[in-house]
């Protein structure tokens, strides 16, 4: 096989012509007939050199070093496809295309305009028919074999409606050489505009668009403005001209503000003129009665109910008529088939290649990453991607939400702005993306204009709604926005109204799911203006409240259920309001008189915030707000806070603190008469205690604890202090005691169906277990412990249960699996930020007893253990191993 060229490359593209009808008519004789042109090709073109890269049903892709290898390859194939026998066929007429240039090889392919650019070529010619585009004519020209000349056919528009392209015909003696006019553009009328940029992606949304329009007269693309509704209409109609025989047009409805002047753009776009005492529209439809042709609507947002009634009169009269519109929303006819474009693909894990050796590979193949490539060169013919500079590049697209024009006004400030520069300037997005074309409509040329475009046309309370949406982070539920936005003007029944008419306008996404049905969204950067007019409207202050109020609400109806037996869907449905919770208590902090509320909000998250591991960033907000004048005040909220609070601080390994906060709770319980949480602050006191080996400490607050709890009767409580108990009985030496405790502890946590904690004290009862040398008993609750922490969405605490199977291991003389089961922990442990290794007094014990885990192969085990994924250490974790 030849070697993949690289450089310029010299593309050569080929299909069948008619194949579709052949194989419906003769599928057997097909069959064969494939298999011969395969083998005719393949050997034509690997003689001269060629490299196939791609075959794809009966086409081939091959690439060339050279122009002239190229020519004679293509040469040549078609000698042998002409001198062939196509016994039960007939013939088999195969087109081919050629052109030169540069081209990007990622995952055995190539990639680039080149290959775009032969791929249009091709769809030109005429079964038999081989085609040169001037770069490649220019190489070969003086090289032809003899008797072969190349003739000239002039300048032709492709399908990719861009410049022009002279194209050139292969012709000799011995192969047919006259064909009917190619199929470019200029074979069916129209009136399609040359694009001046190139037309990046959308490969997934052309081939749906195309289904769709097969099936329906009425196609409407929906989508935000900039989106490129237009830009991806045109394409297709350049792509299916040739199933309209009288033509496709474009009508721009972009200049006109006047609804009275739809039918006369549509006229005016068909070149048909108002006839003395006829009415325009009886002309129009006349004219389009029997015409088979496209008709594309762009802009129809702001003459929508016009273009509606229009297209409802059209359709009726016009059987082969098919109408293409773009609009911000549907035009709300029977028949019509509203489609909403979805931005560009985006790389949302952008963050998790930040040290991958392939990263430009990968992310540029999201389709905003290559848009803002193409037009940054175009900007800056210099600029170049690297892997300095690919994360910074994804993350201007994802801040851009993939929206084309956002990213293409991000580009054309590579002039002047270096890339850091643009991703700093992103949060005053409106004053950076400014720098539109001159030529262009005044709202595709910023940002805020092309916004402002789709405000202005909003109803009042349209508008209201959507500022006051504004007041969430990323999503929302129906509930929470009539619980937040239903006042002052705007009455509970009118939200889904409005918010469906929001949604309508592409203002607003909604995404449903069968665990949390239906949410809405919006982009960042209608967030952004929405939240700027929120702002202008003097209303943030009253919906940031409204926002806290409801927030707050829900994170303390949410406490117990997290702590029950449904906790998994509660701690599922935090997970998607956690930026909501965040904002929340954004807004406590910076609103008068509203710390508390954030406090309570932090507090009752506390379980939540503990099970996903986010420890960092969540005690540094408790700092905050603990510190905060506001939450001074010696009363419940502050004490149940400094709990929460040292609670986390414990599970993140800083004990010094959380001795200060548990201590600075037990002093305000105290004071507030809490029996409830006095018991529970000393019974996390003792357990300080005795993590610094100091028992005798620890056997005095557990009294105290005792003491206070014993009238209580609450098995929280109860079951708290059984757990910590077990932990003083284990340091004694007496597993039997500290089982039966955590027994105790388990089958309260069990009867209220509490997995987290279940698998937190179902670890201490597996290592005493292990230490008594029950080791199924030992084995079965470290699974438990594994496999209900990730059940409820945990990972950070797998290392636990992984070095509790290790330590289980080298009780039952399983060395080679301990050790790998020890490297595997090692590795969750750096993985989740976790400095310390597990500890527990049966550990101790029987590593004790146990040999040296030194030497080479121990090692070598360790290692291996180490290079595990999660997911593989977990199915290792969870092998059944007896010795």
Same mark, same amino acid.
């Given at each position: 096989m030849a070697a993949r060229p690289t450089g310029t490359i010299t593309f050569l593209f080929s299909d069948i012509e008619g194949s579709s009808r052949k194989w419906e008519e003769q599928p057997e004789a097909m069959r064969v007939a494939l298999a011969a042109h395969d083998s005719l090709l393949r050997a034509a073109f690997e003689a001269q050199g060629g490299y196939v890269f791609k075959t794809a049903g009966d086409a081939f892709c091959v690439a060339f070093d050279t122009a002239q290898d190229a020519f004679v390859g293509a040469l040549e194939a078609q000698r042998a496809l002409?001198?062939?026998?196509?016994?039960?066929?007939?013939?088999?007429?195969?087109?081919?295309?050629?052109?030169?240039?540069?081209?990007?090889?990622?995952?055995?392919?190539?990639?680039?305009?080149?290959?775009?650019?032969?791929?249009?070529?091709?769809?030109?010619?005429?079964?038999? !028919?081989?085609? &040169?585009?001037?770069?490649?004519?220019?190489?070969?020209?003086?090289?032809?074999?003899?008797?072969?000349?190349?003739?000239?056919l002039g300048e032709h528009r492709l399908r990719d409606l861009t410049r022009p392209e002279q194209l050139f015909q292969l012709v000799a003696a011995e192969l047919p050489s006259q064909f009917p006019p190619l199929r470019s553009l200029e074979s069916v009328p129209n009136n399609l505009p040359v694009q001046l940029t190139s037309f990046v992606g959308r490969e997934r949304e052309m081939g749906e668009v195309k289904r769709l329009l097969a099936s329906t007269h009425l196609l409407t693309l929906t989508g935000t403005g900039g989106t490129g509704k237009t830009r991806l209409s045109l394409q297709v109609a350049a792509d299916l001209f040739e199933q309209f025989r009288d033509g496709v047009w474009l009508v721009?409805?972009?200049?006109?503000?006047?609804?009275?002047?739809?039918?006369?753009?549509?006229?005016?776009?068909?070149?048909?003129?108002?006839?003395?005492?006829?009415?325009?529209?009886?002309?129009?439809?006349?004219?389009?009665?029997?015409?088979?042709?496209?008709?594309?609507?762009?802009?129809?947002?702001?003459?929508?109910?016009?273009?509606?009634r229009l297209t409802e009169s059209l359709l009726r009269a016009c059987p082969q008529l098919r109408i293409l519109a773009s609009s911000r929303e549907p035009l709300g006819i029977a028949g019509e088939t509203a489609w909403p474009l979805p931005p560009l693909s985006l790389p949302d894990h952008w963050r998790e290649l930040l040290d991958v050796p392939d990263a430009i590979e990968r992310l540029s193949q999201y389709e905003a990453v290559r848009l803002f490539i193409d037009r940054a060169t175009m900007a800056r013919p210099a600029f170049q991607l690297s892997n300095d500079n690919v994360h910074t590049v994804a993350q201007i697209c994802w801040r851009?939400?993939?929206?084309?024009? @956002? #990213?293409?006004?991000?580009?054309? *400030?590579?002039?002047?702005?270096?890339? !850091?520069?643009?991703?700093?300037?992103?949060?005053?997005?409106?004053h950076l993306l400014t720098t539109g074309s001159r030529t262009?409509?005044?709202?595709? !040329?910023?940002?805020? @204009?092309?916004?402002?475009?789709?405000?202005?046309?909003?109803?009042?309370?349209?508008?209201?709604?959507?500022?006051?949406?504004?007041?969430?982070?990323?999503?929302?539920?129906?509930? @929470?926005?009539?619980?937040?936005?239903?006042?002052?003007?705007?009455?509970?029944?009118?939200?889904?109204?409005?918010?469906?008419?929001?949604?309508?306008?592409?203002?607003?996404?909604?995404?449903?799911?069968?665990?949390?049905?239906?949410?809405y969204f919006m982009l960042e950067s209608i967030w952004d203006y929405a939240n700027e007019k929120l702002v202008e409207a003097d209303?943030?202050?009253?919906?940031?409240?409204?926002?806290?109020?409801?927030?707050?609400?829900?994170?303390?109806?949410?406490?117990?259920?997290?702590?029950?037996?449904?906790?998994?869907?509660?701690?599922?449905?935090?997970?998607?309001?956690?930026?909501?919770?965040?904002?929340?208590?954004?807004?406590?902090?910076?609103?008068?008189?509203?710390?508390?509320?954030?406090?309570?909000?932090?507090?009752?998250?506390?379980?939540?915030?503990?099970?996903?591991?986010?420890?960092?960033?969540?005690?540094?907000?408790?700092?905050?707000v603990l510190a905060h004048p506001e939450a001074a005040p010696r009363d419940a909220v502050r004490a149940a806070g400094l709990a929460a609070a040292g609670r986390l601080a414990w599970i993140a390994g800083d004990l010094p603190e959380c001795q200060l906060l548990q201590e600075e709770a037990l002093g305000l319980f105290r004071e507030l008469q809490d029996?409830?949480?006095?018991? #529970?602050?000393?019974?996390?006191?003792?357990?300080?205690?005795?993590?610094?080996?100091?028992?005798?400490?620890?056997?005095?607050?557990?009294?105290?604890?005792?003491?206070?709890?014993?009238p209580l009767r609450d098995w929280r409580v109860n079951a708290h202090l059984a757990h910590i108990r077990?932990?003083?009985?284990?340091?004694?030496?007496?597993?039997?005691?500290?089982?039966?405790?955590?027994?105790?502890?388990? @089958?309260?946590?069990?009867?209220?169906?509490?997995?987290? &904690?279940?698998?937190?004290?179902?670890?201490?009862?597996?290592?005493?277990?292990?230490?008594?040398?029950?080791?199924?008993?030992?084995?079965?609750?470290?699974?438990e412990c594994l496999q209900g922490g990730i059940d409820v969405g945990n990972r950070w605490g797998a290392s636990?249960?992984?070095?509790?199977?290790?330590?289980?291991?080298?009780?039952?003389?399983?060395?080679? *699996?301990?050790?790998?089961?020890?490297?595997?922990?090692?590795? !969750?442990?750096?993985?989740?930020?976790?400095?310390?290794?597990?500890?527990?007094?049966?550990?101790?014990?029987?590593?004790?007893?146990?040999?040296?885990?030194?030497?080479?192969?121990?090692?070598?085990?360790?290692?291996?253990?180490?290079?595990?994924?999660?997911?593989?250490?977990?199915?290792?974790?969870?092998?059944?191993?007896?010795?």
């Open positions: 002409h001198a062939a026998q196509w016994d039960g066929i007939g013939e088999l007429k195969v087109r081919m295309a050629l052109h030169t240039g540069a081209a990007e090889h990622r995952d055995g392919d190539y990639f680039g305009q080149a290959l775009n650019r032969v791929s249009r070529i091709l769809s030109s010619a005429h079964g038999g !028919q081989v085609l &040169l585009s001037l770069p490649t004519q220019e190489l070969v020209r003086d090289l032809l074999p003899t008797g072969v000349q190349l003739r000239h721009e409805f972009a200049t006109i503000a006047d609804a009275a002047l739809v039918i006369e753009t549509v006229a005016g776009a068909l070149e048909l003129r108002q006839e003395a005492g006829r009415p325009l529209l009886t002309t129009l439809t006349s004219f389009l009665r029997n015409k088979q042709l496209l008709l594309i609507l762009d802009n129809c947002e702001h003459v929508v109910a016009a273009c509606a851009l939400d993939g929206i084309p024009l @956002a #990213i293409e006004l991000a580009a054309a *400030r590579i002039r002047v702005l270096t890339l !850091q520069q643009i991703v700093e300037r992103l949060d005053d997005r409106f262009a409509e005044p709202r595709q !040329q910023t940002l805020r @204009a092309l916004i402002d475009w789709s405000y202005d046309l909003l109803a009042e309370p349209e508008r209201q709604l959507l500022r006051r949406l504004s007041v969430f982070a990323r999503g929302r539920t129906l509930e @929470a926005i009539e619980a937040v936005c239903a006042c002052e003007g705007l009455e509970a029944w009118e939200i889904i109204d409005l918010l469906s008419q929001l949604v309508d306008k592409s203002l607003i996404n909604v995404e449903k799911t069968p665990e949390f049905g239906a949410r209303e943030a202050p009253t919906f940031r409240e409204r926002h806290l109020d409801y927030f707050m609400r829900f994170a303390e109806e949410s406490s117990p259920k997290i702590r029950g037996p449904k906790q998994k869907e509660w701690l599922a449905r935090l997970d998607e309001e956690d930026m909501n919770l965040r904002y929340a208590v954004e807004a406590s902090e910076e609103l008068p008189g509203q710390l508390p509320k954030g406090l309570r909000l932090l507090t009752a998250a506390q379980r939540f915030y503990e099970v996903r591991g986010l420890f960092k960033e969540t005690r540094e907000v408790f700092a905050r029996p409830r949480g006095a018991a #529970i602050a000393l019974a996390d006191l003792g357990f300080l205690a005795l993590e610094r080996k100091d028992r005798e400490a620890a056997r005095g607050f557990f009294a105290e604890a005792d003491a206070l709890a014993q077990a932990e003083l009985a284990a340091q004694d030496g007496d597993f039997e005691a500290a089982l039966a405790l955590d027994e105790a502890a388990l @089958a309260l946590h069990r009867e209220a169906g509490d997995r987290w &904690l279940i698998s937190i004290v179902s670890w201490s009862f597996a290592a005493a277990a292990a230490a008594l040398g029950r080791f199924d008993e030992a084995r079965a609750h470290f699974a636990y249960p992984l070095e509790g199977f290790a330590t289980l291991a080298v009780a039952e003389h399983q060395f080679d *699996r301990a050790a790998r089961l020890f490297g595997a922990a090692e590795s !969750q442990r750096s993985r989740s930020g976790i400095a310390q290794a597990a500890e527990h007094p049966a550990f101790e014990k029987i590593l004790a007893a146990a040999p040296d885990f030194n030497g080479p192969a121990m090692d070598a085990a360790r290692r291996e253990g180490r290079a595990m994924t999660f997911d593989a250490a977990i199915e290792f974790a969870l092998q059944t191993v007896r010795a």
